[in-house]
């Protein structure tokens, strides 16, 4: 993530972030309400320290169902305090004492019958409430948040997209040159980071070349919706528009098809993905479709305290979009918990390779 292009110039400012779980809080915000009936059971969960596949398994165990019959709408952190939405489908009329199953790590905070399954992405959005710890400049930071709530960050896929040290990347590539992936949830997480990746890279090198200039052709997306138009020109009209926030710039979620963009727009995205042959022919070959996703990402009802050398941090982003990308922008963290978990690793290599006796 480090090599991709700052919207406002790479911060000066260092925090720490994920001291503890605490720290990160991330509440799913559902857009409708529980019907009161069905054979679906949804659940509103907080979890502290699990990951949410862990929570999946929990919940079918404790409802004796097979683990197909549990979705959820979004995937969380495990070192993250979150309040998120899980879906049980049990057919018949029995309703289990789900308040069994609250701990010290899960806490089932409201449950009540549905009549759909609940999908994922099924989510208006999440609302972030974040601590920064040992700001190293606290004038400094705010006046990055004022940037950050005029103009917005880059809405780049944030690093858990990829997995741990792109690995994800890693497997999609091989997926791409022949090696058969079974799982379709790995294949599917596989598929993911490479579009994710490319969509990185047109956000990145646009940023690079032309900052936030316009291009005749360029597709652009009404707020707060998927639809599309292509900006043929760029006229008085569409750039009132764009500086209201009645439309965004947008980049290419790749997929077969003809390019979404026109024109100068999309010569450039072409030569910027040049170099990625095998990712756009192997999403192409997997069926995905061109699609679109807003270049800019800003967050919503934006709001800190201060307390000494900490801050908090309170906003809400659209379902799909990253608070990492806020948080990059904003300035240089230590994510300390992924700080830790890779001492620990690197110690087990070491003491893996110390000869025994020694």
């Known amino acids: 993530m480090n090599e991709l292009t700052f919207l406002h110039g790479a911060p000066s400012v260092s925090a720490d972030i994920r001291s503890r779980n605490s720290d990160f809080v991330v509440q799913e915000i559902l857009p409708f309400l529980p019907s009161g009936d069905g054979e679906h059971h949804l659940l509103h969960v907080r979890k502290d320290g699990l990951n949410t596949v862990q929570v999946a398994e929990m919940l ?33 009329k029995d309703t289990p004492a789900w308040t069994e199953l609250n701990s010290e790590q899960l806490t089932i905070l409201s449950s009540a019958r549905h009549n759909k399954k609940l999908r994922t992405g099924a989510l208006s959005g999440n609302r972030f409430t974040l601590t920064l710890r040992n700001v190293s400049d606290m004038a400094a930071l705010e006046a990055r948040l004022a940037l950050i709530a005029q103009s917005g960050v880059p809405n780049y896929y944030g690093e858990q997209r990829f997995g741990h040290d792109g690995r994800n990347l890693v497997q999609a590539r091989q997926m791409f040159q022949g090696r058969k992936v079974k799982d379709r949830n790995k294949r599917s997480i596989y598929l993911s980071a490479a579009r994710s990746m490319l969509f990185n890279e047109v956000v990145s090198g646009r940023l690079a070349r ?20 292509v900006a043929e020109q760029w006229d008085d009209t569409l750039k009132g528009r764009l500086a209201e926030g009645d439309i965004q710039l947008s980049a290419p979620q790749w997929g077969r098809g003809q390019q979404l963009s026109q024109g100068a727009a999309a010569a450039l995205e072409t030569e910027l993905l040049e170099a990625f042959t095998l990712e756009r022919d192997g999403l192409e070959q997997a069926g995905l479709e061109q699609e679109r996703r807003p270049m800019l990402l800003k967050p919503e009802t934006l709001s800190h305290k201060i307390d000494g ?15 990492t990308s806020v948080l990059r922008e904003l300035c240089q963290y230590t994510d300390v918990q992924e700080q830790a978990w890779r001492e620990a690793v690197a110690n087990k290599a070491e003491e893996a390779d110390v000869p025994a006796g020694q």
């Open 60 to 92: 079918a165990r404790f409802a004796k169902v097979h683990p197909k019959e549990v979705t959820f709408a979004g995937q969380k952190d495990k070192n993250a305090v979150t309040e998120q939405w899980f879906g049980v489908r049990i057919p018949g």
């Open 210 to 229: 032309i900052g936030l200039g316009l291009l005749d052709g360029d597709c652009v997306m009404l707020a707060g919706s998927r639809s599309f138009f």
């Open 309 to 323: 050398d900490t801050l908090v941090l309170d906003f809400i982003l659209p379902a799909g979009s990253f608070a």
